[in-house]
């Protein structure tokens, strides 16, 4: 979780940056190039939304995130059932999680796990700060950086992504992370399947939100939900 501004460097962050163990310093080094390509073509959190592209159709607003976020509930497991695909998660083929914990000062640790087409189980921890105000339990607004860089490269002023919540169901079994250029996108949920019904009404929000492509919108797998658990 944690959102961060995309100048700081959008592509280490928030893009949910999958590491083996083995391949720490590759990583490193890839994840390293990978902010700065990033950087430069981000905008700024206050740069003019991309227009909706239809003929006719007015400019899109700039994206908003949700004003405000009760974190405490927001913690724990949740399973990434869509996305927009992107080259940090491009080993990850199903069983996605991100699992988020606030740490005493006020940070968030993210432990992001997903299954290899080899089988092979790829996990990475990374952590989120808040970008908005957080008093007491609440982060106004619901916007945060991450970075999966090591701990000791994280006071770089790269690494970081924005990590905004711009969407969240009233019972919080499903959200939708995205950032200011709408470029990358993830649907997570409490339980590893989304309900028909919560997909439609997604959809449904994000058009109005700008997101002018969704046929980019790709489920996600989960192999341990049999067949007849999808709604």
């Known amino acids: 979780m944690n959102k961060l501004s995309p100048e700081d460097g959008r592509g280490e962050s928030l893009r949910h940056g999958w590491r083996s163990a083995g391949a720490r310093a590759r990583a490193l080094a890839a994840g390293l190039l990978a902010t700065v390509a990033v950087t430069s073509f981000a905008p700024s959190s206050g740069a003019a939304a991309t227009p909706a592209s239809t ?105 970081w992504g924005a990590y905004w919540v711009i969407q969240l169901a009233d019972d919080g079994r499903y959200a939708v992370i995205s950032e200011p250029s709408r470029q990358y996108l993830w649907i997570l949920s409490r339980q590893p399947r989304l309900a028909s019904a919560d997909e439609a009404a997604i959809r449904a929000r994000l058009a109005q939100q700008g997101f002018s492509d969704l046929s980019k919108l790709q489920m996600h797998r989960h192999a341990d939900v049999p067949a007849a658990a999808k709604p």
Do not use: H, I
């Open 55 to 159: 003929a006719g159709s007015a400019v899109s607003a700039s994206l908003q995130s949700l004003p405000s976020l009760e974190v405490p509930p927001y913690m724990g497991t949740w399973y990434q059932v869509a996305l927009f695909p992107n080259v940090f998660q491009r080993q990850c083929v199903s069983d996605t999680t991100a699992t988020y914990r606030q740490l005493p000062d006020g940070t968030v640790e993210v432990l992001n796990r997903c299954r290899t087409a080899e089988g092979r189980t790829d996990d990475a921890t990374g952590s989120a700060r808040p970008t908005g105000t957080l008093s007491g339990s609440t982060l106004a607004p619901a916007q945060l950086k991450v970075s999966f860089l090591p701990a000791w490269l994280r006071w770089l002023p790269v690494g």
